[in-house]
């Protein structure tokens, strides 16, 4: 680093841990065959202040993902007057769900028949993916594969969400690239109900290049990006 580049995103090496990312997707959309241009990549600013998403705007970011509502819902209004395109990525329960909605562009985590009741009577139209566990622990957020169809099928039905495709997290302990094979099957399947709900959100800092491999149309990359969480959280 030369001496006169003090300002602190150079210090902390964000803007350097960007451009790797960026040109890291790239490199894995050519290999697939794919245009980088149809993967949209959403930083996601968990644990770090408002005041890191300002910075990674300044760098061009425009999507956003958070994954707990009760820190997501004060950052996002701290940043109302920036033009940004939130997506909430983590599990939602019912109660909140409408909250989330309020200030969300889009809910990466419908998993099951209670989100869309609670989703469908918000004040505007929501875009939305379906979550699909890829693990056999019923524990994990998703909706079982088994039970996919009737989802996608009521969420479709659903007037005020539109539905973009599905979204997974690979399981620990499995070579993702198998993992995200099962969720492109997975997308297939909802086309088939409808031919637009083909986004598939998917790939985090340690497995985006595999996801993009099997499809993904929306990476959600934090910690390769962001750095360590700061201290104390
Ligand atoms: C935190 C989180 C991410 C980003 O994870 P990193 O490993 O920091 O890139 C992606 N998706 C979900 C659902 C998350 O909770």
Do not use: C
């Amino acid at each position: 680093m030369s001496a006169s580049r003090t300002s602190a995103e150079e210090m902390d090496g964000l803007e350097t841990r960007l451009a790797a990312v960026r040109a890291g997707v790239r490199d894995a959309a050519r290999a697939a065959g794919r245009d980088p241009g149809s993967i949209r990549m959403i930083v996601v600013t968990k644990f770090h202040p408002a005041q890191l998403v300002r910075r990674l705007v300044e760098l061009g970011v425009h999507d956003f993902g958070e994954s707990r509502h009760q820190e997501a819902q004060p950052k996002i209004q701290q940043l109302a007057e920036l033009d940004l395109t939130w997506h909430f990525i983590g599990q939602l329960q019912r109660k909140k769900a409408k909250a989330v909605a309020a200030y969300s562009d889009v809910i990466h985590s419908v998993d099951r028949e209670s989100l869309v009741t609670a989703l469908e009577s918000s004040a505007r139209t929501i875009d939305a993916f379906i979550q699909v566990n890829l693990t056999a622990d019923p524990d994990r957020g998703g909706v079982p594969l088994a039970e996919l169809e009737p989802l996608a099928t009521r969420v479709l039905a659903a007037d005020r969400i539109n539905l973009l495709g599905v979204m997974a997290v690979a399981p620990l302990g499995e070579e993702p690239r198998r993992a995200f094979a099962r969720l492109r099957a997975a997308s297939e399947r909802v086309r088939r109900l409808s031919a637009t709900s083909d986004a598939i959100s998917a790939g985090m800092s340690q497995d985006y290049p595999q996801a993009i491999a099997e499809g993904a149309t929306h990476l959600r990359i934090g910690s390769a990006i962001t750095g360590n969480r700061p201290p104390g959280r």
